[in-house]
């Protein structure tokens, strides 16, 4: 199996040079392959050999690769490719982000919400109380902290629950909670764009091309509802489960977690400042228009950088809240980061007149959907990230459909309810193991298996795509 997966690595490296190498003769010698302009023809080879690489390949050195190669484009240079990738306020803002949550992971702040939930009288009150309520804790910590993190942290506190019900591996009943865990992380990550890359890399495309923002609460509007709603049948799913056996739950990893002491809380109470600068403006700017406008204007990454200041400065028994060194080091994922200052630019690149792309586009794709009606073209915007998230990669997904839909511009289909469709759907990767390294671990694990994951999976997929075009749109045609 490994020697399989090095086999189709070299193969799609070479294929990846070949169109490497016909696009620098083309711009080089002028070959005019297909009567494209040369800038716009190296732009496509640098785009289809990113997707290739990514998928199949890798994701770090391909995104080097790609930021470099657009920076060889006569139209675009080294400087403005460097200030697209690096330093677009999306970068700094993840980064930032990154960093902030590593702090609030390093407290028990996690196992704290864990503890209450879990002993709530919903949690108490039956075997499906309790499943449904460690969902909700699931689904609460997802919704602002990012999937991978969250899963790592849950993944113990799944083996533990389902040792006491006495489950074994090929139990029905452990992989459809298992399956209901890490679905439950998806909706959460599709729910906000706090923390999670997709929906953000979603709104910077929709930003870069039009010089207007999706604004954190406007997304939220969409994203929540459609969530829960898509949670409610997951709650419906869990029906299923086998509850005979679910009683008297003690969870040993969340006992003894002492009370609160004035570390944490500062910590604790500085993040959830930072999401409240995301928000609150937005939210008073009838009341105080000045104060909201001043915080709206300062972007994104605002928050997280402020923030993460305050935690450098702070210092409790001599000790800062925060060590930027290991932060750097271990709490930022830096191949996704890569990734998306590479899609980031690659999505300006595309949309930029002067390269050529968007008219080859629109000449010879426009027609095909000039005739449909919007949702139509909605439904078929959802369905196509909706799958491409499941058996490629959230990141390729959302940069590739967010920039062909911002290319085409279809007429009289609100662009930012299905751009924000598209960030949300490209969240729910829950089928196959190369979608999500949470589902890759579940797998792996045993306690579930490709087959129940595509089988459960593709019920999800149909679900959220409906819910997608004919709910989230009609609010974000309202929203927006």
């Not at 040079?17 to 040369?38: D, H, K, M, R």
């Not at 999306?90 to 902030?100: G, S």
């Not at 006495?166 to 906000?192: E, N, P, V």
Request: aromatic residues 12%.
């Amino acid at each position: 199996m490994k020697q399989n997966k090095n086999n189709s690595k070299i193969v799609f490296s070479v294929i990846a040079l070949l169109i490497y190498l016909i696009a620098w003769g083309n711009l080089l010698f002028n070959w005019n392959v297909f009567s494209i302009p040369s800038d716009a023809f190296s732009t496509i080879c640098i785009f289809v050999t990113s997707i290739l690489l990514w998928i199949f390949v890798a994701t770090d050195w391909p995104s080097l690769l790609a930021i470099l190669s657009i920076g060889i484009l006569p139209k675009i240079g080294f400087n403005s490719a460097l200030q697209g990738s690096f330093g677009n306020t999306t970068f700094v803002f993840l980064l930032f982000t990154f960093i902030v949550t590593y702090a609030l992971n390093q407290t028990m702040f996690l196992k704290r919400v864990s503890y209450v939930l879990l002993n709530s009288k919903l949690a108490k009150s039956s075997g499906y109380g309790f499943i449904a309520s460690f969902l909700l804790v699931v689904l609460f910590i997802s919704s602002i902290m990012s999937p991978t993190v969250i899963f790592m942290f849950l993944f113990p506190l799944y083996e533990e629950l389902v040792h006491q019900f006495g489950w074994k591996k090929g139990d029905k009943s452990a992989s459809r909670l298992l399956f209901a865990l890490f679905t439950t992380i998806a909706i959460g990550t599709a729910m906000t764009p706090i923390n999670h890359v997709f929906s953000v890399t979603a709104m910077s495309i929709f930003k870069a091309s039009t010089n207007t923002e999706i604004t954190n609460l406007q997304y939220m509007i969409l994203g929540i509802p459609s969530g829960l709603i898509l949670f409610g049948f997951l709650l419906l799913f869990i029906r299923k489960i086998d509850f005979s056996n679910i009683k008297n739950v003690s969870l040993e990893s969340l006992k003894n977690i002492g009370k609160m002491e004035k570390r944490e809380k500062i910590i604790v109470s500085i993040f959830f400042t930072m999401i409240g600068l995301w928000i609150v403006p937005e939210m008073f700017m009838s009341v105080f228009p000045n104060f909201a406008k001043t915080i709206k204007g300062m972007g994104l990454a605002f928050p997280p950088l402020l923030v993460t200041i305050i935690l450098l400065i702070i210092k409790i028994d001599d000790k800062p809240l925060l060590n930027i060194s290991e932060a750097i080091t271990k709490g930022v994922h830096w191949p996704s980061l890569l990734l998306v200052a590479a899609t980031l630019l690659l999505g300006s690149t595309i949309s930029n007149k002067e390269i050529g792309v968007v008219q080859i586009i629109q000449d010879n794709v426009t027609p095909l959907i000039k005739n449909l009606s919007p949702m139509i073209i909605v439904f078929i915007f959802a369905t196509i990230a909706g799958l491409s998230t499941n058996f490629t990669s959230n990141l390729v997904t959302v940069s590739f459909v967010s920039t062909i839909l911002m290319t085409l511009k279809p007429f009289g289909v609100n662009l930012a309810s299905v751009i924000s469709i598209i960030g949300f759907a490209s969240s729910l990767a829950m089928m196959t193991a190369p979608s999500m390294p949470y589902v890759a671990v579940s797998i792996g694990s045993e306690w579930t298996n490709s087959k129940d994951c595509i089988k459960f999976g593709g019920i999800f997929l149909v679900i959220s795509t409906l819910i997608l075009t004919f709910i989230t749109y009609q609010i974000g045609v309202v929203v927006f």
